[in-house]
């Protein structure tokens, strides 16, 4: 049982739009800022997004990030068949001591 | 480029101990937090430990709490994960990972090796 929650699945045509949402509590995603890392099957995660919002070099602007109370929220906008993989939201727990993640929502671009 | 080589990984018995490596180059390895984080077959991402840049602060997940010692040798860019008591829920693939600003508001994990897997089976 993770910590933060994400919907295990999402789908969406190519060219169009989807959400990836992230809900947790007072320790964790309010108290912090929010990260979303991208896992291709077979291969290490990548960090996407941090800082709730802001964007690595390289990662483009069609990947964005907001955070609002308890919940975090990823977009994708203009999908492509590349963008098939794993998502993860994450973020440091207060009461923990340890970081902590979403249990990762499966993208699937029809 | 920074990079984060991880090793050590192999098959034990449960109760069985084992010791993972992660090499670190091409960043000052002291300036960052380095974490672990596991991944079991088919499942998600758990973060089982964490280290601040110098080693005076460390975080464990309950998982795996008075059974797994984190710590780093900032002399030789290194960073280990001591695993006693295996377990086979312990069975998945560990990476090391780079945090920026470990413990605070701000972190985030922004380097990753490629992993090293741990399977615990009799």
């Known amino acids: 049982q993770s910590v933060l929650t994400q919907p295990p699945s999402v789908s969406a045509a190519p060219g169009q739009k989807v959400t990836i949402s992230c809900s947790g509590g007072g320790s964790n995603i309010v108290s912090n800022y929010v990260s979303w890392y991208q896992q291709v099957p077979g291969t290490a995660p990548k960090l996407l997004i941090y800082n709730n919002n802001k964007r690595p070099s390289g990662i483009p602007d069609r990947f964005s990030g907001s955070k609002s109370g308890t919940s975090a929220t990823l977009g994708i906008t203009g999908l492509q068949t590349g963008d098939e993989a794993d998502y993860y939201c994450g973020t440091w727990d207060s009461s923990l001591g340890v970081g902590v993640f979403g249990g990762g929502t499966r993208l699937t671009v029809l | 480029e920074a990079q984060l080589v991880d090793s050590g990984g192999g098959v034990v018995r449960p109760g069985g101990s084992l010791r993972l490596s992660c090499a670190a180059s091409g960043f000052s390895f002291d300036e960052y937090g380095m974490t672990w984080v596991r991944q079991a077959p088919g499942k998600g991402l758990e973060c089982v430990a964490g280290i601040n840049w110098s080693g005076s602060s460390t975080g464990y997940a309950d998982s795996v709490k008075g059974r797994f010692t984190i710590s780093r040798d900032n002399a030789k860019n290194s960073l280990f994960l001591q695993m006693n008591n295996l377990r086979a829920e312990d069975t998945a693939l560990y990476y090391c990972?780079?945090?920026?600003?470990?413990?605070?508001?701000?972190?985030?994990?922004?380097?990753w090796g490629r992993g090293t897997t741990v399977t615990v089976s009799s």
């Open positions: 990972v780079r945090v920026r600003y470990y413990g605070h508001y701000d972190n985030y994990m922004d380097v």
